[in-house]
């Protein structure tokens, strides 16, 4: 074959590409237009279905039948919906309905897909469908390696009370990515007396790696039940669980937890100090104005910074040390009392937020 | 003499294939990423995450020099954004219009001290203000400094973890800002993470939003929105499987912002310092691209701001070149210095004086006999025939994806863009860029100026259209 024939061959399978690539893309948009048509009256059929089903004027059947109309991600995406507008019970009615539908039976078998996205959507169904004989498959969606399988297993929490499923996430939370950490918390926070009692136990696992994730998370349950084990972590030999613990307490107006800030704003590390003075800030105890007023005069900026702001929480009391501390002789606390006092309400406010 | 012209075409033409090879490889690489990411957008999971305190907080900082026309507009639509916690940092870089006043005047700003330290040293700042409407939206003045230097002023007054630099004359889709901190949700090596760039041009804009997408009548920004899809949609979706995607376009990226502090911004370099600095730290880090948040930019319609826009942008991508030479096929660096760089420095920085240098030698060769009259022309057939199939691929992306022109008469003129873009326009693109090795070789270092025309309001640009 000579160089022109093969250029010619490939000329020409390049002319059959574009013609191929053409038809593909006026095909697509075909079959999507004429999908489109097809499924959208059955959606709105099954948006009154269920309308009529919380209204008790339809059975449950008619909501089966409705969803097994629809394509499978469909349906997942229309239980979802609706799962935030129907009452817990009646709810559940549904959900012990939909464990004998044959794709609803997929569904739940794809727990153990190999694709990440069959998981996902059966994280999602069990999210908003599961029962307690679920507990097995949620077990594994939660400790899934995909982030979006392991929050949608997550929001499982909401719906199915089972201290299993708390005590794992829980053991979860350390190792995961901090925002989907945070999603997790906010989903173990309804699921309260069995968080604290598995709480209390990792309190007393002092050299565990998790102990600061774990401290940050109950710090955000603010319950007084942990304000003891947070004072007593005030002397930890790792900085970053001095840190939680630091930004913890602030959430716990108490005469031990001022004693361990007071202990904690002459850390070391300049950044417990600043966590240690903006708690203190928020307690707003008048007998610790010497030790913020003290925080003032710190040698990094950022600690010098949250003790003005702290200073503002005081009322008049803080006013009046930024003021004396604004003509006094400590140049670098005198340019912060400067720089705190000039700052509008709303300045203030965004960085007390 | 011959001998040269056929030992020289014979590694044009070798160039021809290794290049194209790696193109349909980054084409076969776009259809797995695409498809994945795809699925990930449609979760509703992650709107669920919008709605609670899980998203991280993120600082927009928008830098803006002489954007008189823009900058309100472009202000409103990202306060509006859908984003439970952000801050907006607005830089105005020693403007010489009245784009402060018109910043002053829309938000009723008022001066404020300075509450940060400088980590990052800038041109001096003249003034801080906040606004008494907008608690969200803080202002600085300063003396003129460039982009990069506005960004790392905004750097420094910014308080959150992440940070994202939008270009004042950019309008951000709503959910855009949710959608770009996906990653950042999926997985904490993120180090930044770069979103899909449009073209606005023929656009209906209202209030700072894109309310109906649409493919520009006129030639210049019409064959753009092709480039643009091509450049996102299938170049940057392959390079996120090969792990060494170098660019991250400066009007829509988000950053993680201790990283930042820890390299600075200097202009068109940015991704490629973030390469070196994880590198070099060995901290494990992904850089990835993902197609769904949007943001829309306004393109140039004539043929002389194109022309220095397109030199200016090659002018960087030879200076970054040239100042990271030492990473070029190097090991230590991975697959940004085994693979990443070597493409960029053959396929794309010098791509078009060895485009040149095959006209020139295939008309010598016609000259003197050696090369086949039929054949050449044959072979630049088959050049442009591929690159047409490259642009039509980005089509097809566009179109089993997201589908944002949904006009049928949107869909004919992308294809037929697609198909015209091989015929004078590619070869008006590669001399403005061979231009700008004659600026590098003078070492004259004029920044060109861009032109806005401002978005128009929906009524406005309908009309607009009409006369087209």
Redesign the interface.
Known sequence: MTNRQFLLIVAAAQGVLLVALIVLIILNRWIRLRRSAKLHPRRLELDAVMRRWTLSQAGADDVLRGLSRLPVSLAIDALVNWSARVAGERWQELSHALEHQWWARVVRANCRSARWWQRLECARFLSVAATQRDIGRVLRLLRDHHPAVQIAAATTLERLTSPVLVTAALEQLPFLGPTVQAYYASVLKRARPAVLRHLQQLFRRLDDPRLPRIIEFAGRLQEPVLREPFTTLATHPDAEVRTQVARALGRFPHKESVAALGYLVQDEAWQIRAQAVRSLGMIADPATLPLVREALRDREWWVRLRAGLALTRFGAFGRNVLLETEVGVHTEARDMARLILGLSPQALAEYAA | MTHVIQATDLLILAYFLGLNSFYALLLVLSIPEIW?QT??AE????Q??MQ?????PITILVPAHNESATIETSVTAILTLEYRSFEIIVVNDGSKDDTLEQLRHAFQL?E????Y?EGIATKPIRAVY?SRTR?RLLVIDKENGGKADSLNAAINASRFPLVIAVDADTLIEPDALLRL?RP?????KIAAVGGTVRVANGCTVADGRVTDARVPRRFLPGIQVVEYLRAFLFGRLGWNRLGGSLVISGAFGLFRKEYLHAIGVEDLDLVVRLHRHLRRQRIPYLIPFIPDPVAWTEVPESGRILARQRERWHRGLLAAMWQYKGTLCNPRYGPVGLIAMPFFTFGEALAPLIEVMGYVVTIAGLALGVV?L??AL??V??AW??G??LS??A??LE??SF?RYRR?GD?ARL?AYAMLENFGYRQRTVWWRLKAFFTVWKHRQVWGEMTRKGFESAGKQVAGQARD
Request: no cysteine; proline share 8%; net charge negative.
């Open positions: 994945e699925r990930l979760d509703e999971d992650f669920r995450l609670s305190d899980a998203l991280p008022y404020v001290p300075r509450t330290p906040r608690t901190t950042f949700l999926l997985s904490s086949d039929p054949f044959l072979f057939l088959v025939g591929y047409m199939l039509l691929w089509v097809v179109e089993v589908r049928i869909l294809l």
